[in-house]
């Protein structure tokens, strides 16, 4: 029996939505509610068939359909309406986000409170983007540069933030005439269920969005489809890399949104009180650490280490922790077992290596609303005496564990803040803007922030090293959906377009 959480009510939790249609699932997923461990719904999950009938039908309306090769102001037309779908849904959305992956119903409500927007910013950008330029060349023809559509795109997304994931890759996407098959994560697929609604609600043509919630398996059969031109996946290193060597062996198009490491550089001029105040944010502890971007090292000279770990630690105890849903509560549960077994894994392995827990480090005593024993709960949880060796400081926890690791000069903070695998993120605290912007350009991170950790998705986001390639947001995020077509004509047509 398939159903829905009340505060999630799908139209068909029993469906696929392939080709502008409803197909009856061939599988079923059972999803587990973080905070209590019940299950909350249980919705259609695809499999390889199912994978296969998505391909085809978004190649059809790719190779055959109106999408591509509409103009750009009908196809902003359909997003405004897509966006405006999305937006009616906004509390659903809001309750999967919380509902999936335990981040708390007020932090989901406010991040959420407009899942249109990147539509709309899409639709309103592919209009006055000019996708084709005419050049005359040194013989006296012409070249015609053609910004085209990648064609057939599989958007594979993570867990954690799953509606806003996808939004980043479907929008660019359709604004360039791309037809999507969307590819949740088995433990947060709700998402997908909702934007199929609205696809259906707005008459989007058959096959631009389809839906194929499944695991692993059906996954890699989706990646290595020779139906898929390009794939836009966010997700953790490993899998990137596998996907990306799948890619590049039929030369398919790829881009990675990986994990991250990033460090932020407490200076010595910054008072800890005006630090703290939005540090312990920046490195995630609300969001229980389930953000590829937090700045989950702390870097600061070994004098000031023990004052900051202090006022660190004393924020952290603040946090008021318990059920998704509890509008007092500040930080949630980590979203399932697996992840929780992994980020006790890391503890144990910080405090086996030599580093020394300041507070935080196993369950939290006080929990609101939660079943006695229930959850997926960690406290904050803070180590010092971290070296930069150690498998706390180099892998990503994605958990409210956080490394300080003290530094003797400058230079030494800059070595430790590059010496990672990843290059997702970086901040430095300091109230010298020259010093901040030295400091920006020597760090090998695709975003740096002074004072605090910022992001807008009106601006490109994404990593250096093994936190992936490509960019996602603002302009520069129509790029990953794009082929560039040189024409050489005698002379331009009267229309070009
Ligand atoms: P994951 O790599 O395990 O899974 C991501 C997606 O890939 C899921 O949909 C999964 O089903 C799918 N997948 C798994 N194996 C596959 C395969 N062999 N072929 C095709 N698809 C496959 O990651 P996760 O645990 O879901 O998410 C957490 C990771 O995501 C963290 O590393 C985090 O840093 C990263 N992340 C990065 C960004 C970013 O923008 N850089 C944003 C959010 C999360």
Redo the contacts with the bound molecule.
Sequence with gaps: MFESHERVRLRRPDGLYIGGQWREASAAADLVSPSDEAVHSRVAAATAADVDRAVAAARQAFDEGPWPRMSAAERAGYMRKFAAGLRARADAFAAAWSLQTGIPITIAAHGLADPGRMYDYYADLIERENLVTVHRRDNGGHAIVAREPVGVVAA??????PSH?MALKAAPAMAMGCAIVG?????SPLDMFLYAEVAEDIGLPPGVFNMVP???EA??H??RHPGIDKVS????????A??ASVCASRMARSSM????KSAAIVLDDMPVETVVATLVDGGGVRMCGQ???FLTRVLVSRKRRDELADAYAAKMREVVIGHAFEPSVQMGPVAMRRQLDKIMGYIEQGKAQGARIVTGGGRPDHLVGVPEGKGFFVEPTLFVDVTNEMAIARE?V?GPVISMIAWDDEAEAIRLANDSPYG?NGAVYTQDADKAWAIARRIRSGNFSQNGLEHDSMFP???YKL??TGR?GGPWGLDAYTEIKTIYMPHPPAAVA
């Design positions: 594979v997304t993570p867990w954690n933030h994931l590819k949740p994560a088995p433990e499944c695991g692993r996954s890699d989706l990646v996946f966010t997700g953790s290193a490993a899998t990137g596998h996907i949104e990986l994990g991250g953000g590829c971007a990503e994605f997702l986001f994404g990593g936190s992936g996602e």
